[in-house]
């Protein structure tokens, strides 16, 4: 059995290891050396090829009596690169007061090294515990989760509810859980014309007034008005480029660039076809790119399991937001309900990344009562 002690010697071995995304290697190694004395089977695979592979994953299960309901734990080891001006190193964890420093403490180390010592307080027959944990969540994410919901849909080995580990909390721990996520569709925008010289316009033909007529009507867009879980959808014009170092000259083509984030009342293969038909009306040509569609998993029982145990421990209850930007849930959710949540994200993705201790032991102790009672 684990005590609570545990959780941050876990999470210093965690960081220590160097896994700037995509991971590979020891930072697997160790989180299989945690797991697996504790009854888990771990399953180790390498995914994808160039240029967005080859991506290292994990997938561990401890199975309960059969038929017994079945709780993934799920997140991410890879972490973004360490940048300048650390205090300590940033892969060296050091424990300075009542905080743990180094890469990773938040995004997401400090959770995983939670949903470890959580899982060794859990006994096995109280039901089936298992790890989903990827490489590749802050890269592409192309071979990452969506490889090992491939492997697990092989194996006939669908979890009943997903809680993941980011980073949700705001202020302090317990205050937010993600209950759903935007969705998002990138679109690169072109409308070609013909060459000429400023003098003689009549011998060319000048994209830009078409560009510029496209994304003024793009930008108008009321998309809606949002829902009782999620905020309006906004489309974003986040590029312009003609490139022209001429005075005298009319360019060829001139180029733009669009993001939506999406509520759950489109899909992202529609507002591509919109944005398109768009494009094509004033001349342009449009090429989507959907990095992910929207997911709500609606408050009910699962969310009411999250919420009654971090208010056990922490004494507030979550607020069930969908902001912020995409995650890996976005995937996870064709297997079965997912939330969200983990520790305060003040942090992350900065210099000197640092968790309290005393969060961490908390978590443990939330996750350990979000397992108990969704196996039960
Ligand atoms: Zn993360």
Redesign the pocket.
Known sequence: MGNSSDVVSYAEQLIACKSVTPARGSVFDTLEAMLAPLGFAVHRFVAGGAPDGPVENLFAIRRGLPGSRHLAFA??VDVVPEGEGWTSGAFTPERRGALLYGRGAV??KGAIAAMVSAAAEVPAQAGTLSFIVTGD??GPAVYGTRALIDLMRERGEIPDLCLV???TSVNRLGDMMKIGRRGSVNVFLEVEGSEGHVAYPHLADNPIPRLVAMLAELDALELDQGTEWFQPSNLEITELEVGNPATNVIPARAKARISIRFNDTHTGAELAQKVTEIANKHGGMARPIISGEPFLTPPGAFSEIVSSAVEAETGIAPEASTSGGT?DARFLRALCPVIEFGLPNAT?HKRDEAVALEDLETLVRIYRRIALAALA
Do not use: A
């Open positions: 997140g991410h995004d997401m969540e802050e580990g980011e980073p995650s992350m």
